[in-house]
């Protein structure tokens, strides 16, 4: 059984990605959706939460783990496979490495929430597998409640301007291929691509999944999915039915992370 986690619904672009590639896997997720966003808070408090969250997710029995989450993978994954004794994933290698391939003219935009821009982690990994490759990180973090609230649509004049706001220096810059270095951004997608037409979007959810399946193969199981979160039970399964594009049914329940 798969363990995935997120600050919140942007993991459900590796589990849409995991569903499709491994339709018999049991999976457990949970979204910390009481303490969204992760993003904007310090590096200690991010692993604090990292590590309740590994534990709620071992206490499941899960036999791996994927942080489905940009922040966490950026600022906690050393210190999560110090600590704790489970195959632990992240999302920024798988990233990085696409990024590196898909690129024609060496340009390549990060763009993530402030904790991961901070890091520097997607940058360093680029480096490490091809030194030529020009970067411009820029933090995006309007973008997490936006998603968390459905403004989505290309035509929605707040999540436009903003993503123009936070997209130009990427747009002058001249990029070919941006990272979407935070789990929830493939969600909103098409507003940025309406700011950056012809620019490959590289989705850290769905590539760090097709890496995890690379790496351990499928497990077998039911195909069972079970949701929890630590806050609203209904509005995530709302939101998670339509993103996930089939109904998360009864299998959504609350979790009091504190506990762990
Ligand atoms: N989905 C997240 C990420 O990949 C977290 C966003 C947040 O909680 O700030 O970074």
Request: a negative charge; charged letters at 25%.
């Amino acid at each position: 059984m798969i363990g995935v986690f997120d600050s919140g619904m942007g993991g459900l672009t590796a589990i849409k990605q995991i569903v499709s590639m491994m339709p018999n896997e049991d999976i457990v997720y949970f979204g910390d959706t009481g303490r969204v966003p992760y993003g904007t808070r310090s590096k200690d408090t991010i692993i604090k939460y990292a590590c309740q969250d590994v534990r709620f997710l071992l206490s499941k029995k899960v036999d791996a783990i994927l942080i489905a989450c940009g922040t966490v993978s950026a600022n906690a994954l050393t210190v999560l496979r110090q600590t704790f004794d489970v195959p632990i994933y992240g999302v920024v290698e798988a990233a990085a490495e696409k990024a590196c391939e898909f690129t024609r003219n060496g340009k390549v935009g990060i763009i993530g929430t402030n904790a991961t821009v901070k890091s520097n982690a997607y940058v360093e990994h680029i480096k490490r597998i091809r030194g030529d490759i020009k970067t411009v990180s820029t933090p995006c973090p309007l973008f997490v409640p936006l998603v968390e609230n459905g403004f989505t649509d290309p035509d929605d004049q707040i999540a436009y301007l903003t993503a123009e706001k936070y997209l130009a220096d990427i747009k002058k810059f001249g990029a070919d291929t941006v990272i979407l270095g935070c789990t929830h951004y493939p969600i909103i997608a098409p507003v940025i691509s309406k700011v950056l037409p012809g620019v490959e979007l590289i989705n850290t959810g769905a590539e760090s999944a097709v890496r995890l399946f690379k790496e351990i193969g499928a497990k077998g199981g039911e195909g069972r999915v079970e949701y929890y979160v630590s806050d609203d039970v209904d509005s995530f399964k709302a939101a998670a039915s339509t993103f996930l594009e089939m109904p998360v049914g009864d299998n959504v329940f609350k979790v009091d992370i504190e506990k762990y």
